[in-house]
């Protein structure tokens, strides 16, 4: 079973620009999150979906943004970028109903750097 | 609202050293509980996970964690750890049937061969 695919991998934007990141769910997970790592801070939730809905937002401004396809896929958005945006954006997908809540399965991140 | 809180920001160890990563949540109702691990240039895995029934869980790679539920613990555990350990180590505790955890800050351990 393939596991969550994330693209692009690596990532140099400009102050002021916007970047697009792409998720691809494990076949059969319908609910896909996004998070932000950076050092020191760790995870931060960003927001997830299920259903081509949001169901879940975290503490982020409105700079970010996300949707979900039919297919499961998920873009997250992030306009005008800041150069405190530079981090790891790690997507996960769950098993929503049957498996643990919680148990996420992880991509291996969108690396951006914003200079 | 829930929040974890991991003890140990760097931990540096020599190999066949015993390892304690401390974990601590706050949330009152029912938890499910997980450490996840991030090997250098590779994705977060799961380590382990409690959800319930034995409070004594034991993961990949010969780790373990013991859920304290009075003190709202969940900390990892390995007797002897490896070189190959060293990674990134995150608690992470969900609740309410919430199925979004709450991650702590993360440890980073290092082993020296």
């Known amino acids: 079973k393939a596991g969550v695919t994330q693209t692009p991998r690596y990532l140099i934007k400009t102050r002021g620009q916007q970047v697009t990141l792409s998720c691809s769910p494990i076949?059969?997970?319908?609910?896909v999150s996004w998070y932000q790592q950076t050092p020191g801070q760790g995870l931060q939730f960003l927001f997830e979906y299920f259903s081509e809905t949001q169901r879940n937002k975290g503490n982020f401004p409105g700079r970010f943004s996300g949707r979900q396809f039919s297919n499961s896929r998920s873009e997250m958005n992030v306009s005008t970028l800041e150069l405190g945006d530079s981090a790891l954006y790690l997507c996960?997908?769950?098993?929503?109903?049957?498996?643990?809540?919680?148990?996420?399965?992880f991509g291996e991140g969108s690396r951006l750097t914003v200079l | 609202a829930q929040s974890v809180s991991q003890h140990n920001h760097h931990v540096i160890l020599s190999e066949a050293a015993s390892l304690e990563l401390g974990c601590n949540y706050s949330y009152g109702g029912t938890v499910n509980l997980f450490w996840y691990v991030q090997y250098p240039g590779q994705h977060l895995q799961l380590l382990l996970k409690?959800?319930?029934?034995?409070?004594l869980v034991k993961g990949i790679k010969g780790f373990e964690a013991e859920f304290i539920k009075s003190k709202f613990s969940f900390n990892l555990r390995k007797p002897s750890v490896q070189w190959s350990d060293t990674a990134e180590y995150f608690c992470a505790v969900n609740g309410g049937g919430s199925y979004i955890p709450t991650f702590g800050r993360g440890t980073s351990l290092i082993v020296h061969p």
């Open positions: 409690y959800f319930s029934g034995d409070p």
């Open positions: 076949s059969g997970h319908r609910s």
């Open positions: 996960a997908s769950s098993p929503t109903g049957t498996g643990i809540p919680g148990e996420l399965f």
